[in-house]
């Protein structure tokens, strides 16, 4: 059965610091790949998404991830965290055969100014 | 602007109670989602619908049903409703993966209680 993985189930971070949460999933086919933000009180929204191409992917807010094939990962990445970061982060993945998502555990991530 | 609504933002039932959470989605969309959110269980799916009628399980049927009778709209039912039931429930839309976007749109979530 398709999993996807979120090493990282609570982070701390200080403002400035930088960010990376791990994702790994396992399904040997073709996938499509999201991170998901879940600010506090609010609903859950599409932070970025890889379908093809350039396996760098830019997100709103200053966000990227990468995803890297060989290895079945699909990283976070910010280089310098705000205050306002502080949220609930979920990777899903999805593989081309079906629309339904598999999301991972979610990271929750708090920011100290 | 892309819209999913729950009828509820909170709801508190009694065990045994029959309950029904609605969702509807403004955009058009083929397909809906229910998931229900525990922390450190992330999101899991309950049930899901392709079309109006369709439906297909997911990996947390039990204790739950859905209907679609109209496009916009994904009801999930809990049949008789129990403690283990008290959870957070989000709905989703998304366009058939046939038209090249797979995004989900979530709804703000519906936050049942059952005593």
């Known amino acids: 059965a398709q999993s996807v993985s979120q090493h990282n189930h609570h982070v701390i971070l200080s403002e400035a610091a930088s960010l990376e949460l791990g994702c790994n999933y396992s399904?040997?086919?073709?996938?499509?790949l999201f991170w998901y933000v879940q600010y506090p009180g609010q609903h859950l929204q599409l932070l970025l998404k890889?379908?093809?191409?350039?396996?760098l992917v830019k997100g709103i807010k200053g966000f990227e991830a990468e995803f890297i094939k060989s290895k079945f990962s699909f990283n976070l990445r910010k280089p310098s965290v705000q205050w306002s970061d502080t949220a609930e982060y979920f990777c899903?993945?999805?593989?081309?055969?079906?629309?339904?998502?598999?999301f991972g555990t979610g990271t929750r991530l708090q920011v100290f100014p | 602007d892309v819209k999913v609504t729950q009828s509820s933002r909170y709801l508190v039932k009694r065990t045994g109670e029959k309950v029904f959470l609605e969702c509807v989605q403004d955009?058009?969309?083929?397909?809906m989602f229910w998931y229900r959110q525990d922390p450190g269980l992330g999101l899991r799916l309950i049930y899901f619908?392709?079309?109006?009628?369709?439906?297909e399980k997911g990996d947390i049927p039990e204790g739950y049903s859905v209907s679609r009778e109209k496009k916009e709209r994904f009801s999930l039912i809990l049949e008789s409703a129990s403690t283990n039931q008290t959870s957070m429930y989000l709905c989703?839309?998304?366009?058939?993966?046939?038209?090249?976007?797979?995004?989900?749109?979530f709804g703000p979530g519906t936050r049942l209680t059952v005593l």
């Open positions: 955009m058009d969309h083929e397909n």
């Open positions: 989703a839309s998304s366009t058939s993966g046939t038209s090249g976007s797979y995004e989900q749109f």
């Open positions: 899903a993945v999805q593989n081309h055969n079906t629309d339904k998502l598999i």
């Open positions: 399904y040997g086919g073709t996938v499509n």
């Open positions: 619908s392709y079309d109006v009628k369709m439906k």
């Open positions: 890889y379908f093809s191409g350039d396996p």
